[in-house]
């Protein structure tokens, strides 16, 4: 069945600081992954997304996620945290062919301290 | 967000009545999605409607939850005889174009069951 793990409930990072926010997947085909990011009060946005080619995507507001195959992973970076990237980030998986529904990981919680 | 317009946004209610939640997506969109997100489980998804094609009920979790849309525009999610599981945020999402997986989600319908 499929499924997204992300492993990390809750991660606090200073501001100006790297991030990495860790999602992987369990799919039998290669999958398109998403990221989400639900900032306090607000609606679900896609921040990017994988369907195919370059393995390395670059999203909006300085995201960039990579997806590793042989790790069936697809963690989320940034360089440099800024104080309005304190939000709750999701993992999704979309199957080929289907007709597009998303299976959500459970979400990390992202606090940036100052 | 301005596309997708759901009402109530806060709901509550006592355990075994009935609710309605609505979604009002702005024309045009042939898809519609119900997810559901409880406190720390991530999203879940519910049903989907595209077109007229009968819609895909494998994600609702029992016979007390049903949605319809008509018209192709407006959705309702019904949820009879309400428990205290039932308490959590129900999303409405749209695609906002061609692009697989990239979904537009209102704001939400907070519901809590007592």
């Known amino acids: 069945a499929q499924s997204v793990t992300q492993p990390d409930i809750h991660i606090t990072v200073s501001e100006g600081a790297s991030l990495e926010l860790r999602c992987n997947y369990s799919?039998?085909?290669?999958?398109?992954l998403f990221w989400y990011v639900q900032s306090p009060g607000q609606g679900l946005q896609l921040l990017l997304k994988?369907?195919?080619?370059?393995?390395l995507v670059q999203g909006i507001k300085g995201f960039e996620a990579e997806f590793k195959r042989s790790q069936s992973s697809f963690n989320l970076r940034k360089p440099s945290v800024h104080w309005s990237d304190a939000a709750e980030y999701f993992c999704?998986?979309?199957?080929?062919?289907?007709?597009?529904?998303?299976?959500f990981g459970k979400g990390t919680k992202l606090s940036v301290k100052p | 967000g301005a596309g997708v317009s759901q009402s109530p946004s806060n709901k509550v209610t006592e355990k075994g009545k009935d609710v309605e939640l609505r979604c009002d997506p702005i024309?045009?969109?042939?898809?519609l999605y119900w997810y559901r997100q409880s406190l720390g489980q991530g999203l879940e998804f519910l049903i989907y409607f595209q077109g007229n094609s009968a819609p895909d009920k494998s994600g609702l979790p029992s016979d007390r939850f049903s949605a319809e849309r008509t018209g192709g525009s407006v959705s309702t999610l019904t949820i009879q005889r309400t428990q205290q599981e039932d308490s959590a945020v129900y999303l409405c999402?749209?695609?906002?174009?061609?692009?697989?997986?990239?979904?537009?989600f209102g704001e939400g319908s907070r519901l809590t069951v007592l």
């Open positions: 994988y369907f195919s080619g370059d393995t």
């Open positions: 799919y039998g085909a290669t999958p398109y």
């Open positions: 024309s045009g969109h042939t898809a």
């Open positions: 999704a998986v979309g199957a080929r062919g289907s007709q597009g529904n998303l299976i």
């Open positions: 999402a749209i695609p906002p174009g061609q692009n697989y997986g990239e979904l537009f």
